[in-house]
Nanobody, 119 residues
């Protein structure tokens, strides 16, 4: 069964950096488009960044462009989110997600990892 496990969250000061990792278990990682989402308290979950199965198509939400970088290593079944210049507004639970290219929405979700940015 497909399983996604996030790690790397934590507490960091404004301007700091964190790298999140998503491990794909169950042997399903490489054929799927992958993405990072986040949900802050009292807010809806929002798209942060996405990467196609071969990494040739990448997209970001406007507020993280130039600060966050998404990447993947299919040989290691891992996806990463390098987050720099973090702001208090980035505080949220971050989720990784996967979908088939033909799917209209993300089908598989991890449990999330908390990122807290202190001011």
């Amino acid at each position: 069964q497909a399983q996604l496990v996030e790690s790397g969250g934590g507490l960091v000061q404004t301007g700091g950096s964190l790298t999140l990792t998503c491990l794909g278990a169950g042997g399903f990682f490489s054929p799927y488009d992958m993405g990072w989402f986040r949900q802050a308290p009292g807010k809806e979950r929002e798209f942060v960044a996405g990467i196609s199965r071969y990494g040739d198509d990448i997209g970001y939400r406007h507020s993280v462009k130039g600060r966050f970088a998404i990447s993947r290593d299919n040989a290691k079944n891992r996806m990463y989110l390098q987050m720099n210049d973090l702001e208090p507004e980035d505080t949220a639970v971050y989720y990784c997600a996967a979908k088939k290219r033909s799917a209209s929405s993300y089908e598989y979700w991890g449990q999330g990892t908390q990122v807290t940015v202190s001011s």
